[in-house]
């Protein structure tokens, strides 16, 4: 097996332009219609997008490894980081934290170049025990040849399956010197490509013994800010691979054993990015409806219990409320759950459902509803 990096022509990889600029003119007209909608928002639904989209980056840029985050350790992070209010004192393990910092410095500070010793903080945050689960790794510094190859595996252990070897550790110093040097140097390049081929680029040297992945979205979104040209985020590249993991990786698997010409691998990173926008969209309709609800409930004196109940309604809360629910939730008598509920209800916002007795339910009042009061 030849892999792309043992070619002869490595690392000069080229790519169709003809091919790509309908797909890429039709991702700059996406981008542009989101952050035009993004900057129409107010500042509080602004910054609760960025809230929302960075914690969601940096959870499933983690997930895509096989990594779990707690998610409201990751959003009180990120709500520091952002200098955001995030609704609570959460305990954050270092682990969450060196994720979050290596994600907001990528983005932050994406006009900044990109150096080893800049690199090597992201790794060093990423890994803050020296381990990879329970296995020392080489932390804050490129790989070496103490482990072996560096290699992509998959199956059981004596059975596993090689998707891809990188180069030897002796070469990982060069590789990079020539990927910094090409990543800060200006060029032509539409920085949403360059996105995509420093991605691909920076994964197949595989400079470091674990975590290559998540420093190559870093390295990606480094690139789509820069792209965008604010610091802010409103989309997640990282939530769409991570919907879409094993064509992620089969994508690259091939083209890491195919040809320089690494056409085939922006294609699929372009519409992969389109299809973000689309996400992102869904997320800004989330985010306009929950202002709205809660400019309705600034009308009247609403309980402190109540604005508690309603937020947790419109953040991922399965099924209906009921008066159980409520008082289970907002840790009060079923008597005061029923008041509360009942004032929700002649207010317009909780809506109940068909049925009556025991199996009354209420929900949330639509986008369409609220505006009818």
Not at 31 to 43: K, S, V
Not at 106 to 127: D, G, I, K, M, N
Not at 135 to 159: N, Q, Y
Request: hydrophobic residues 35%.
């Amino acid at each position: 097996m030849v892999y792309i990096h043992q070619r002869p022509e490595w690392p000069d990889l080229t790519w169709d332009y003809n091919a790509l600029a309908d797909s890429l003119a039709e991702v700059r007209y996406h981008q542009g219609l989101l952050l035009g909608q993004m900057q129409a928002l107010g500042f509080n639904l602004r910054s609760e997008a960025a809230l929302t989209t960075v914690t969601s980056d940096v959870i499933k840029s983690s997930a895509i490894e096989g990594v779990s985050l707690d998610p409201e350790q990751v959003r009180s992070s990120v709500a520091r980081h952002l200098g955001l209010d995030s609704g609570g004192h959460v305990s954050v393990g270092r682990d969450v934290e060196g994720v979050v910092e290596m994600m907001t410095d990528a983005t932050r500070r994406y006009s900044e170049p990109l150096t080893a010793e800049r690199l090597f903080a992201w790794h060093a945050a990423l890994f803050p025990t020296g381990r990879s689960s329970i296995h020392k790794i080489t932390v804050g510094a490129w790989r070496t040849d103490e482990r072996g190859p560096m290699r992509v595996l998959s199956g059981p252990m004596g059975r596993e399956k090689v998707h891809f070897e990188a180069p030897p550790a002796k070469r990982v110093d060069g590789e990079m010197r020539r990927f910094l040097d090409w990543f800060n140097r200006k060029v032509d390049t539409d920085p949403i490509l360059k996105s995509g081929i420093a991605h691909f680029w920076f994964v197949t040297i595989h400079p470091f013994d674990d975590g290559n992945g998540r420093i190559a979205r870093g390295i990606a979104d480094m690139l789509l800010a820069r792209a965008d040209g604010i610091v802010d985020r409103f989309y997640s590249m990282s939530s769409q691979i991570e919907s879409e993991r094993n064509e992620y990786y089969r994508r690259l698997e091939e083209q890491q054993r195919g040809s320089s010409d690494i056409t085939p691998w922006l294609q699929w990173f372009l519409g992969c990015l389109d299809r973000s926008f689309d996400r992102a969209q869904g997320s800004l309709q989330h985010i306009v409806y929950k202002g709205r609800v809660r400019h309705a409930m600034s009308t009247w004196a609403v309980h402190e219990r109540q604005r508690y109940i309603i937020e947790r309604m419109m953040d991922n809360f399965e099924g209906y409320m009921n008066t159980s629910k409520y008082a289970k939730i907002a840790k009060c008598s079923t008597d005061t759950a029923l008041r509360d509920i009942r004032d929700l209800v002649k207010h317009g916002i909780l809506i109940q459902n068909p049925g009556g007795g025991r199996s009354t339910s209420y929900r949330l009042a639509s986008t369409s509803e609220l505006e009818d009061k």
